[in-house]
């Protein structure tokens, strides 16, 4: 496969000509002509359309109470959320409800999946425990709460004294920790206190939020609900980040998806929410996948979270993306995402004794047995629990942050990543050496060392929202200009050029193809047609499995 190259100049056309294609895609969430009092996500427009009238269960939201809509259509209540409710319908009560003035928005109670070499020399986290580019202190996130809503976390050694609470939202049985194996996988990347597999914050406190059952999958409205939980319960374990290593296909707008909604509540009330990107970066035969995001990694205000293949070394030189990443800009809102990259291949991490993964992959283990097993897993869901513990050095380091201030200091300090862009590797490639030493001395050296070499801190001379789209990220940016390059002068005022300037060019979607004078037109008006390559496909046209990692 070749890789175009673009002029840095034609960046701001491309991004507009991305939001645009997302929309002539078909990527709409009114597929039915018929005008309707209530929207719907994706997967219920379809039931209505093939007039499907199994039982499911939907997540009502309506500006009556939820007992009279339940009452009125003879639906039965099968949980009551801080923000609506699921009921359980059939096809004609879908319909009739889909119709009422009352209903305001309905979503499917979707399954969510969780998303799943050595890390913490590899993001400079060693070098924060020892305090070696920080004058205040050396930090392990000691006295920060982490929740971990996941398949549960078992009791294991080298997670002794690290879970604080533990709340079940799955009514699962038998009852058992974690028999899957995910969460506590995860939880082990965040705060294992092994010697020989650490994790990445060894000090902080964890929160078991267990919203998967013992198959890896849970409800959308489980997982709301612990999200919910954690924001009622943030002051009493200091929880200040929430890990999601889990999701499901984009179905409708952010702003319309209960579980994004969610997630805006937690970060509202000050938490952070760290999100998987998602395993869709490409197909089963190899082609590169575009807007692959997974919910919640959708919502603007989570930090998403891509992998990165370190090839094993704490080295950053051979660092790749992996192919299996998900890559941006997300189905219908258009946002660009992710917002960095962190180690998600081959991480080794706690085992949870006879679950699932042990079970099923016995060649995945490569230490110890029973509650002493460590086991090499995949995925973005280990880029995230890599993320969520870096955060939680930074907030030990300086508590004060909020959500958005931590987002934009693990995102300024980033490095870029070779062969990859906005789509791919968001900012870059995590380095919380640097973060923790902006955050706590207020400046930053031209270079920070990590894994034994000297790393450029790779900056944006400006800060992106988060969350922002593809379209207005092109028009908003004063005189459209970029600055990503190699040092950065910091001054009272940044003074706004007209040019772009990212290393010459701008490697996007390697195998997206365009033609010069579409690129270099002044506007959408002169792109009469849009060609992309056979190579790409779009993430509304693939099969979406149950079972990714």
């Known amino acids: 496969m070749s890789r175009v190259r673009v002029r840095a100049s034609s960046f701001r056309s491309l991004l507009l000509m991305v939001a645009v294609v997302l929309g002539t895609l078909g990527l709409s969430t009114t597929a039915d002509a018929q005008p309707r009092q209530a929207r719907l996500s994706r997967d219920l427009l379809e039931r209505l359309s093939k007039a499907d009238q199994s039982v499911t269960s939907i997540i009502v939201s309506s500006t009556a109470p939820v007992e009279t809509i339940a009452t009125r259509y003879g639906a039965r209540i099968l949980k009551v959320l801080r923000r609506g409710a699921v009921l359980e319908v059939n096809g004609g009560q879908l319909d009739a409800l889909s119709r009422d003035a009352d209903v305001d928005h309905l979503s499917g109670d979707v399954p969510v999946h969780r998303m799943s070499a050595e890390t913490t020399g590899a993001i400079g986290a060693d070098q924060v425990w020892a305090g070696v580019l920080s004058s205040s202190g050396k930090y392990t996130g000691a006295g920060i709460g982490v929740a971990v809503v996941d398949s549960g976390i078992a009791q294991v050694p080298s997670l002794n004294r690290r879970v604080v609470a533990t709340v079940d939202f799955t009514g699962a049985q038998p009852k058992r920790a974690d028999p899957y194996g995910h969460g506590t996988s995860v939880a082990g990347i965040i705060a294992s206190t092994n ?43 200091n929880l200040r980040i929430i890990n999601l290593s889990l999701g499901h296909p984009v179905l409708e707008a952010a702003a319309d998806d209960p579980l994004c909604q969610a997630v805006q509540r937690a970060v509202d009330a000050g938490i952070l929410v760290v999100a998987a990107a998602g395993n ?48 941006g800009p997300t189905m219908i809102d258009g946002v660009l995402k992710p917002e960095l990259v962190a180690p998600g291949n081959r991480i080794v991490s706690t085992s949870s004794n006879r679950s699932y993964f042990e079970v099923e992959y016995p060649e995945r283990l490569v230490q110890g047995a029973g509650g002493n097993a460590f086991i090499e897993m995949s995925g973005t869901s280990m880029s995230a629990a890599v993320v969520s513990g870096a955060a939680a050095l930074l907030l030990e380091a300086k508590p004060a942050l909020t959500p958005r201030e931590v987002k934009l200091l693990l995102q300024l300090t980033s490095s870029r990543v070779a062969g990859a862009g906005l789509i791919e590797a968001g900012a870059g490639s995590l380095n919380i050496a640097a973060a923790v030493a902006v955050a706590t001395t207020g400046s930053l050296a031209v270079e920070t060392v990590v894994g034994g070499e000297t790393i450029p801190n790779g900056l944006f001379a400006f800060s992106v929202e988060s969350g922002t789209s593809a ?43 365009m033609s010069g004078d579409q690129l270099m037109g002044s506007g959408l008006s002169r792109a009469n047609t849009i060609v992309w390559a056979d190579t790409i496909v779009w993430a509304d046209t693939i099969v979406w499995s149950d079972g990714f990692i």
């Open 195 to 237: 010697a020989g597999y650490p994790g990445v914050a060894p000090g902080v406190s964890l929160v078991n939020l267990r919203a998967m059952g013992n198959d890896g999958s849970g409800a959308t409205s489980s997982v709301i609900a612990a999200l919910d939980w954690a924001v009622l319960h943030r002051a009493e374990y």
């Open 280 to 327: 869709f970066g490409k197909t089963a035969d190899g082609r590169p996948i575009v807007g692959g995001i997974v919910s919640p990694g959708n919502a603007p205000a989570a930090l998403t979270v891509g992998a990165l293949n370190t090839k094993g070394t704490v080295q950053r030189s051979d660092d790749v993306m992996a192919t299996y990443s998900s890559r």
């Open 471 to 513: 379209d207005s990220f092109a028009t908003s940016v004063q005189a459209q200009t970029i600055v990503w390059a190699d040092t950065i002068v910091w001054a009272d005022t940044i003074v706004w050029a007209d040019t772009i300037v990212w290393a010459d060019t701008i490697v996007w979607a390697d195998s997206v193809q």
